[in-house]
């Protein structure tokens, strides 16, 4: 069954990040809508959610998966080409940094960071006014 995910804290935002983890992609594979406020990933990502349970040991299996940011107000990188095919990363991890700490437990983030962090010394920092993050899987195997 193809995930469909949603990250509106810190918390929810390390599952994306551990689902994500290790997922290849280009620099064409960047997005970067600034009048809809979206910024977007397309991924080649493992499932790690049904490897274990299906697949032989040492088997990976691998879907096509779109990673989506809402309410980007400002995109910033480096060590990357948007738009360039030929430039190979791999995801390593996601972080989130609150402009302040939320003054509820259960509180959805507000304004803040996300940095995306790629191999290669990639990265690209997003300032976002709150935390509005979808995984979503597009086809069932690579």
Request: aromatic share 4%; proline share 5%.
């Amino acid at each position: 069954m193809p995930l469909r995910l949603i990250a509106r804290d810190a918390v929810d935002l390390t599952v994306i990040a551990a689902l994500t983890q290790d997922a290849h992609l280009t620099g064409a594979d960047l997005c970067w809508l600034p009048r809809k406020r979206r910024f977007g990933l397309l991924l080649g990502r493992h499932r790690r959610e049904v490897t274990a349970m299906r697949t032989p040991a040492g088997e990976q299996e691998r879907i096509r998966s779109l990673l989506v940011f809402d309410d980007v107000l400002r995109v910033a990188h480096r060590g990357l080409s948007r738009g360039d095919a030929q430039q190979n990363l791999a995801l390593l991890t996601l972080h989130y940094v609150p402009e302040a700490q939320p003054t509820e437990v259960d509180a959805p983030a507000g304004p803040g960071r996300v940095r995306i962090v790629f191999d290669q010394g990639a990265a690209v920092e997003l300032t976002v006014e709150c935390l509005e993050v979808m995984l979503t899987d597009l086809s069932r195997e690579l």
